[in-house]
Structures are given as structure tokens and as C-alpha cells.
């Protein structure tokens, strides 16, 4: 059963017949509900499916991240959606299944902010990731005072640790705790992102860290 808001004409939440009515960005949407099934899935289809899976289970622990890293990226979708479709097309590889994630190709943010110069990602004591680069602020929009973003991911468990309000760029380096992942391999990540938050740079890949106690 739909509720109507402002009468009949207004926007209305539910299903009634064979529609749902909802509220997207502040908005009255309306959606047609799924039809059944009655062909089986081609293998194209079973393919993509294979790659969405693949992708989500990739990006699904760091939406809230993405939401700011791929904001300025995004059009009409979040920044989470932006970042998944983006994965999709160029991170996930392979011609046939089984397909993989090559994360070397993967990006967590995307912008027109110039990205980190010299990046290093090391293990470090206590089961941490101590990332290092070189100040190139001035080159470009590159800002002193923009924050760095750091990411690591863990393939064996499919989940990942992150930070938005690390050191500064004139900074030169900052640890990532990622002790939840103790003697396990994590694939890292590093960007910018302007003070204010409006602008972020693309992601370098700072290569695989196995983590040490």
C-alpha cells in the first residue's frame, strides 16, 4: 500500500500496482517493480554480475570515503556509485571467469588536484602502514595545507581502513593503524584532498604491504 503526501497529485511512498514511488535527493521518483524472470541468464550477464560483485565487495567498506573523494567526479549519481562504475570499467581485468580486481588499476579518489609526488607505503611496528612523500605544493592547485587520504585494503577479507584527516601535505608522512589486519597483506592507496573538502586529487597505488607485528 502507497501513502500519498499532498494529495493525490504529490509524490507518494510504497508500492501501488505495478510501480513504487520513493525519495531520491530530495525528490518524488517513481520506479516500475521488477518483472519475473522467465529466460535464464546469459553468460554476458552472468559475466557482469561475476564483475559488480567484485567491484562492491572491493568498494563497499569505504563508501562514506568515496563519497567525498569521487564527489567532485560524480554527476548525477554519488560519489559511491561513481567510484563503482568507474572500478568496474578499468580495475576489473580478465576476458573470461573467473575475473580479478587489478588493483594497481584501482582508483579511491579521482580530482583535479595533483596527486602525491614520490609516494612510499612501508610496514612498520605494530601490525602498521607508514606512507612518505615529497611536498609539491604550488605545482598545480597542489596546496600546502591539503589533507592526505589513505587507504588500505585487505583482498582476504574484503574489508578496509582509511583515513580523511590525516596529515597535511606539507607533512611528508603519516601512519595508517591497520592492526585489525595483523600479518596479513593490504593493498594501499594514497590522495589529497583540498581543506575545504571541495577538491581531491586521483589515487596512487603505493603497492601490496604485509603487515608485521
Do not use: H
Request: hydrophobic share 40%; glycine share 10%; with cysteine.
Amino acid at each position: 500500500m502507497a501513502t500519498f503526501y499532498k494529495g493525490i497529485l504529490g509524490g507518494f511512498s510504497g508500492k501501488t500496482g505495478s510501480v513504487i514511488g520513493t525519495n531520491w535527493k530530495g525528490r518524488s521518483v517513481m520506479r516500475s517493480l521488477p518483472g519475473k524472470r522467465t529466460k535464464a541468464s546469459t553468460q554476458a550477464q552472468l559475466d557482469q554480475q561475476e564483475k559488480f560483485k567484485l567491484a562492491i565487495g572491493f568498494l563497499s567498506g569505504m563508501a562514506d570515503l568515496l563519497s567525498i573523494s569521487f564527489g567532485s567526479f560524480a554527476s548525477n549519481v554519488s560519489g559511491y556509485n561513481a567510484a563503482v562504475s568507474y572500478n568496474l570499467q578499468k580495475a576489473v581485468v580478465g576476458n573470461a571467469s573467473p575475473f580479478s580486481i587489478d588493483f594497481s588499476l584501482a582508483q579511491v579518489s579521482l580530482g583535479v588536484l595533483p596527486g602525491a609526488s614520490n609516494p612510499k607505503a612501508v610496514a612498520v611496528a605494530g601490525n602498521k602502514v607508514k606512507f612518505d612523500w615529497d611536498d609539491n605544493a604550488g605545482v598545480g592547485k597542489a596546496a600546502a595545507t591539503d589533507i592526505v587520504l589513505l587507504v588500505a585494503y585487505c583482498a582476504e577479507t574484503q574489508r578496509s581502513v582509511y583515513t580523511a584527516a590525516g596529515a597535511m601535505r606539507s607533512g611528508l608522512t603519516q601512519i595508517l593503524d591497520t592492526s585489525v589486519f595483523a600479518g596479513k597483506a593490504v593493498e594501499t592507496w594514497i590522495a589529497f584532498m583540498s581543506i575545504d573538502g571541495k577538491k581531491s586529487s586521483d589515487s596512487t597505488y603505493t603497492g601490496l604491504v604485509t603487515l608485521t607485528p
